[in-house]
């Protein structure tokens, strides 16, 4: 779940894996890294385990959670986008992907045909 969460934060923030979970601290990367720990939060991990799997200090998640925090209250846009990362759910994943494997919906009984 925590790659598909990470693929959904980059897509919504237009940012590289690479660069969302790499060293590099460029300012573009902080709403999009605030919000992935915002919504791992959400989800019950603790900031040390968050820390723990993105090798960052857990004081730096705690603070990042509370950015998060501060940027939700001040832009709809930004709350929403970390409402979609806390909501999204296997499920949802799950969906995306038969929409993306070129096949169309049948709109009345929601079944697949090649």
């Not at 897509?11 to 915002?38: N, Q, S, W």
């Not at 040390?48 to 705690?62: C, E, L, Q, Y």
């Amino acid at each position: 779940m925590k790659k598909q969460l990470v693929d959904k934060c980059c897509e919504m923030f237009c940012v590289h894996p690479r660069d969302l979970l790499g060293p590099t601290r460029f300012g573009f990367l902080i709403p999009a890294r605030f919000a992935l720990y915002k919504a791992l939060s959400e989800r019950g991990w603790s900031h040390a385990k968050i820390g723990m799997t993105f090798k960052r200090d857990r004081s730096g998640v705690t603070h990042g959670v509370t950015r998060a925090e501060y940027m939700m209250e001040r832009d709809w846009r930004y709350r929403a986008k970390v409402n979609v990362l806390i909501n999204l759910t296997n499920t949802d994943v799950y969906q995306e992907e038969i929409k993306d494997d070129g096949r169309d919906q049948d709109q009345t009984d929601g079944t697949s045909h090649p």
